[in-house]
């Protein structure tokens, strides 16, 4: 037989015994993210808010040990995630004034600390809501087209990973605390709250975005200034720090709510992926579990006494653990940078495989 049959044989060969089916591969242009604190990179910076984190000793972990505005010691979940995709090494902030046109083609955040799905959560803090988001995105599309035209950046759109987060603020402050909202029931203001986020995909999705993340409420209750406000009020566990079991409650309800939500989403938008992330069990898990995830503490942050401090009040002059990655949280409501690595890990590994189906 000579060469060339011999290399024609191996080819037939080779193709039969090929694997029948692939495997997805991440081919994600970019990551958009909108949201409140736990996604914003610093766009609060450019508001006149208390909201704010662009001051030490925020940042004391971030490349240049620089407060850039991220509620955390270092980096969020989604600059690894942007890392880790190959895509650039960190999300920026859409309102920071260094953010070119063409960065914009491998994505930006959009979101702003204290937010919520309430406008009245946004407004309560002089944030930016969902919608000023929204337009702030749709200004956004405009600046790319103007560099590379509508069908390239509808392919960048395409591929992207859109990324929602927010309802925690709507909770902790209108619903729990002044509480602003308290003219609804429970479950009235979360169906309220579930509606508007319906919207706010229902709108991306016009926009082409097909892959949508949507993060769901953590536990609540064992964030440090739950943890301290519950311990303040009358109960068995007065003057105890213990997670407040019901807000947690509430939390596992609404995210039952928003994973029927995403679901019922993704089979009547054409074409799209609504995946709803969980962030409420990995923090359990941390909470209940901590020598299993390295940590030491997990309802107290480390900045200050770990009770109340955060924004304005976790400052340089408050003191701080000499070991954040030892702590589930920086503040007394955001992750620290080991966190965010976690569910960084964690969201690569069980919720990006279903988007790229």
Not at 74 to 102: C, H, M
Not at 283 to 305: H, Q, Y
């Amino acid at each position: 037989m000579d060469t060339s049959k011999c290399l024609l044989l191996f080819f037939l060969t080779t193709l039969l015994l090929l694997p029948t089916s692939t495997t997805a591969s991440p081919n994600i242009t970019a990551i958009f993210a909108f949201g409140d604190s736990i996604l914003d990179p610093g766009n609060n910076n450019r508001l006149s808010t208390i909201f704010r984190s662009d001051h030490p000793p925020y940042g004391i972990d971030f490349p240049g040990r620089i407060p850039s505005g991220r509620f955390s010691d270092g980096k969020l979940a989604t600059d690894f995630l942007v890392s880790q995709l190959g895509i650039k090494e960190l999300l920026p902030a859409y309102l920071d004034p260094a953010l070119t046109d063409r960065d914009l083609l491998t994505g930006a955040s959009f979101a702003s600390a204290g937010t919520g799905l309430d406008d009245l959560t946004a407004s309560e803090a002089n944030v930016l809501t969902l919608n000023a988001q929204l337009r702030n995105f749709m200004q956004a599309l405009q600046r790319m087209r103007s560099i590379e035209g509508q069908q390239e950046v509808d392919r960048v759109v395409e591929n992207a990973l859109f990324m929602v987060a927010a309802g925690t603020n709507d909770m902790l402050y209108n619903f729990y605390g002044l509480p602003l909202r308290r003219t609804y029931s429970l479950s009235g203001y979360q169906d309220l709250l579930l509606q508007n986020l319906e919207n706010v995909i229902r709108i991306l999705h016009s926009t082409g975005a097909r892959r949508v993340a949507v993060v769901g409420l953590p536990p609540i209750g064992c964030m440090p200034v739950s943890v301290t406000l519950g311990s303040l009020m009358p109960s068995f566990h007065m003057l105890q720090r213990v997670c407040v079991d019901q807000q947690n409650s509430d939390s596992q309800v609404y995210n039952a709510k928003l994973k029927a939500l995403t679901s019922r989403l993704q089979a009547t938008l054409p074409g799209s992926r609504v995946v709803y992330v969980d962030v409420y069990t990995p923090i359990m898990d941390m909470v209940i579990s901590p020598a299993a995830f390295g940590l030491e503490k997990t309802i107290e942050g480390c900045c200050g006494l770990g009770s109340v401090e955060m924004g304005p009040l976790c400052n340089a002059l408050a003191p701080k653990c000499p070991d954040p990655s030892k702590y589930l949280f920086w503040d007394a409501a955001h992750p620290t940078q080991s966190t965010y690595l976690f569910l960084a890990n964690k969201f690569r590994q069980e919720f990006l495989p279903s988007l790229l189906v």
